[in-house]
T-cell receptor, first 111, second 116 residues
Framework: GDSVTQMEGPVTLSEEAFLTINCTYT??????LFWYVQYPGEGLQLLLKATKADDKGSNKGFEATYRKETTSFHLEKGSVQVSDSAVYFC??????????FGTGTRLAVRP | DTGVSQDPRHKITKRGQNVTFRCDPISEHNRLYWYRQTLGQGPEFLTY????????KSRLLSDRFSAERPKGSFSTLEIQRTEQGDSAMYLCASSLDGTGRNSPLHFGNGTRLTVT
C-alpha cells in the first residue's frame, strides 16, 4: 500500500520566515498528491494538489511540486503568518482511491 | 455547498456501551469515507462506500465496528462494547467519483469519542 514520510515537527518559525515541510511517499501506480491542513479541534482542509509529474499545486501562498523521480512533494511558503500555525499532512491517493496520511508536521509561527 | 456534517461533535461514554455516529456528506458526492485519528497521529483509513456499497474495510475495523450507508446518502458508524482504546477523533469525508484518483476528499469536523 501507499505510505508517507514527513519531516518531524514541531517546526517553529518567526512570522515572515520561509517555510519548507518535506514529504516523500511510496505508492502503487501513479498517485495524485495532496496537502491538507488541520487547525486545532477541526477536520482536515484541502490545501493544494498535483495530479501528475512536474505539476505545481498552489493555494494561499503555499506551493508544492510533484517530483516523480524523487517521489517527493515538499510544501513551501515564502512568508509565513501566525495564522498558518496548524498541522500539515501530505497524502498520496492511488490504489483503492483512498488517501494515506503520515503523522503530519506541526507548524508554530511566532509573532 | 454546506460541507460534510458530522454529529455529534463530542461523545463521552462508559466502557462497554454502544455508540453511533452520523455523517452527512456533500449532497452530490457518491463516495463516503471514515477515518480515525488519535492524538498526535495522522488519520487512519477505516472504510469507504460508493453509493450504498461498502467497497473496502481496513483491518483496523474490528468486529465491534459497523458502518452503513443505507440509501447512498448519510452514513452511520456504530461501535459496540466500547473500549478505552476506541477513544479518538472519527472523521468522515466525501468525494465525487468522477476523476478517480484526482478527486480530493472533503472532511467534516469529526466526532471526538472519549471512553471512560
Amino acid at each position: 500500500g501507499d505510505s508517507v514520510t514527513q519531516m518531524e515537527g514541531p517546526v517553529t518559525l518567526s512570522e515572515e520566515a520561509f517555510l519548507t515541510i518535506n514529504c516523500t511517499y511510496t505508492a502503487t501506480g501513479y498517485p495524485s498528491l495532496f496537502w491538507y491542513v488541520q487547525y486545532p479541534g477541526e477536520g482536515l482542509q484541502l490545501l493544494l494538489k498535483a495530479t501528475k509529474a512536474d505539476d505545481k499545486g498552489s493555494n494561499k501562498g503555499f506551493e508544492a511540486t510533484y517530483r516523480k523521480e524523487t517521489t517527493s512533494f515538499h510544501l513551501e511558503k515564502g512568508s509565513v503568518q501566525v495564522s498558518d500555525s496548524a498541522v500539515y499532512f501530505c497524502a498520496p491517493k492511488s490504489s483503492g482511491d483512498k488517501l494515506t496520511f503520515g503523522t503530519g508536521t506541526r507548524l508554530a509561527v511566532r509573532p | 455547498d454546506t460541507g460534510v456534517s458530522q454529529d455529534p461533535r463530542h461523545k463521552i461514554t462508559k466502557r462497554g456501551q454502544n455508540v453511533t455516529f452520523r455523517c452527512d456528506p456533500i449532497s452530490e458526492h457518491n463516495r463516503l469515507y471514515w477515518y480515525r485519528q488519535t492524538l498526535g497521529q495522522g488519520p487512519e483509513f477505516l472504510t469507504y462506500f460508493q453509493n450504498e456499497a461498502q467497497l473496502e474495510k481496513s483491518r483496523l475495523l474490528s468486529d465491534r465496528f459497523s458502518a452503513e450507508r443505507p440509501k447512498g446518502s448519510f452514513s452511520t458508524l456504530e461501535i459496540q462494547r466500547t473500549e478505552q482504546g476506541d477513544s479518538a477523533m472519527y472523521l468522515c469525508a466525501s468525494s465525487l467519483d468522477g476523476t478517480g484518483r484526482n478527486s480530493p476528499l472533503h472532511f467534516g469536523n469529526g466526532t471526538r469519542l472519549t471512553v471512560t
